[in-house]
T-cell receptor, first 115, second 110 residues
């Protein structure tokens, strides 16, 4: 158990819909990262938050948005869903501000299926 | 753009043999190079990492080497076991610039 909690574990929805994925980081970790992993693909970095502020942005679509709340949990909002958005979405947390400050602890992922 | 190239994409070895996975990065400011292992259906987990002030690091059967001049680093697994079968990801990180390789699917045949 990494200490990072993601909900829901599985989600099936239709094209055009909107979903929200939730992540609770490890106790004490201030950074939250979101990654997208499509079938048999690598980890695509979407966005990072540190202590409530956006820290870094990767290949995140304009239809996607995220935020980190004062209690440090984070939500990833995916809207106007397309078939190609079907993927495993991982949240990871770390204690430091930068990705080079140490290990990323990944959650179990939220598997999104868009039909 | 700044990329991390990872090779090979698939690797099959016999149990007991060694496996080597190589990554090349382009951002010369990268200073932290972790390797993550992702078993089927599981989350990625850190197995070893190396910082730019070190050339080699070893942890039991796993070792990582870094050549900063050539901007490449490698993962070495010796005496492979079936439980080493997984997808391995390298990453090159400089503060907020973080890039993962595409992954290597390692299969260890008993």
């Amino acid at each position: 158990d990494s200490g990072v909690t993601q909900t829901p574990k599985h989600l099936i929805t239709a094209t055009g819909q909107r979903v929200t994925l939730r992540c609770s980081p490890r106790s004490g970790d201030l950074s939250v990262y979101w990654y997208q992993q499509s079938l048999d693909q690598g980890l695509q970095f979407l966005i990072q938050y540190y202590n409530g502020e956006e820290r870094a942005k990767g290949n995140i679509l304009e239809r996607f948005s995220a935020q980190q709340f004062p209690d440090l949990h984070s939500e990833l909002n995916l809207s106007s869903l397309e078939l190609g958005d079907s993927a495993l979405y991982f949240c990871a947390s770390s204690v430091g501000r930068g990705g080079n400050t140490g290990e990323l602890f990944f959650g179990e992922g939220s598997r999104l299926t868009v039909l | 753009g700044e990329n991390v190239e990872q090779h090979p994409s698939t690797l099959s070895v016999q149990e007991g043999d060694s496996a080597v996975i190589k990554c090349t990065y382009s951002d010369s400011a990268s200073n932290y190079f972790p390797w993550y292992k992702q078993e089927l259906g599981k989350r990625p987990q850190l197995i070893i990492d190396i910082r730019s002030n070190v050339g080699e690091k070893k942890d039991q059967r796993i070792a990582v080497t870094l050549n900063k001049t050539a901007k490449h680093f490698s993962l070495h697994i010796t005496e492979t076991q079936p439980e080493d079968s997984a997808v391995y990801f390298c990453a090159a990180i400089q503060l907020i610039r973080m890039r993962f390789g595409a992954g290597t699917r390692l299969t260890v045949k008993p």
